[in-house]
């Protein structure tokens, strides 16, 4: 969708992954670990199961994906996460394990349904799909810089900049990967909130930051950087920039109120770093 006269001298093309199955961009990843896998193992006599630990979209999206491939999908969900985001895995084929709310209980139930899956069947073979950090879920994500690329071109609106947010980085590193591919001479920029600026820290520093206690209402961009995504956005990357809590705010506001779109904030973050953030090769707004 191209957007004018938003407040900034430019041309706006937003690709709209909202309308992507379950919802969200996670579905492209998914997809390709999916496929990877089946492809990796065909002809072995292995069954492939695969595994996750997520209360956010990428258990839905990795559950619907390995439905559609004829692949058992476990996700392991913290017992705090809302009804709704349960319903929606098992929805989709996924088989949900509770867990304690913290991080280690999700790994070590993890590791205990997985043992448990090997040990009933010597022939499944278990993968853990990280939600960003597994190469194939961020070559999957690469395929949305290719598609807007094709369809900025399309529109005759070529690209000069692409902007997408950052949280864990497969989506940036995906995208900064496929993007330079196709064409080097574009720039690649990362959006993050101020308060959850650890992949800024990170990029700058050239030394990893962990994310501890991020406060911003972008509640999908509170992950750290994973060890196959910050050397991908430090290589392919030109820049990082932030966005404030008001920011953030208007820019939903904004695709609301113009584009009678419902996003969560979180996508709203490279629409507020395009227009408020300077640096960005776009010129400053003033809306």
Avoid at 31 to 46: D, F, P, Q, V, W
Wanted: overall charge negative; charged content about 20%.
């Amino acid at each position: 969708m191209v957007s004018e006269n938003l407040g900034v001298n430019a041309h706006l093309i937003f690709k709209c992954e909202n309308f992507q199955k379950v919802g969200a961009f996670k579905f492209r990843g998914a997809t390709n670990s999916i496929k990877s896998l089946l492809a990796e193992y065909e002809g072995t006599g292995k069954k492939p199961v695969v595994i996750t630990h997520s209360s956010g979209n990428h258990a839905q999206a990795l559950a619907l994906a390995a439905r559609e491939q004829g692949v058992i999908c476990h996700v392991i969900m913290p017992n705090n996460a809302p009804s709704v985001k349960k319903a929606a895995v098992q929805g989709y084929g996924g088989i949900v394990t509770e867990c304690e709310p913290t991080l280690q209980a999700r790994e070590d139930t993890t590791a205990q349904v997985t043992q448990q899956l090997i040990a009933q069947d010597t022939n499944t073979v278990v993968e853990f799909i990280s939600p960003y950090n597994d190469v194939r879920v961020i070559a999957g994500q690469g395929t949305l810089a290719l598609e807007v690329l094709e369809q900025a071109e399309e529109l005759d609106k070529p690209l000069d900049v692409l902007i997408t947010p950052v949280g864990g980085g497969g989506m940036l590193s995906g995208c900064a990967v496929a993007a330079k591919g196709s064409k080097p001479t574009i720039r690649v920029i990362g959006a993050e909130p101020e308060g959850a600026d650890d992949a800024y820290r990170s990029f700058y520093s050239k030394q990893f930051v962990p994310s501890v206690n991020p406060k911003t209402i972008a509640d999908g961009l509170l992950t750290s950087l994973g060890s196959n995504t910050f050397p991908l956005i430090l290589e392919h990357v030109d820049a990082i920039h932030t966005a404030s809590e008001e920011e953030i705010i208007r820019a939903t506001k904004l695709v609301y109120e113009r584009m009678k779109i419902v996003i969560e904030p979180s996508s709203a973050v490279p629409l507020a770093v395009a227009l408020y953030s300077t640096g960005t090769y776009l010129p400053a707004a003033s809306y």
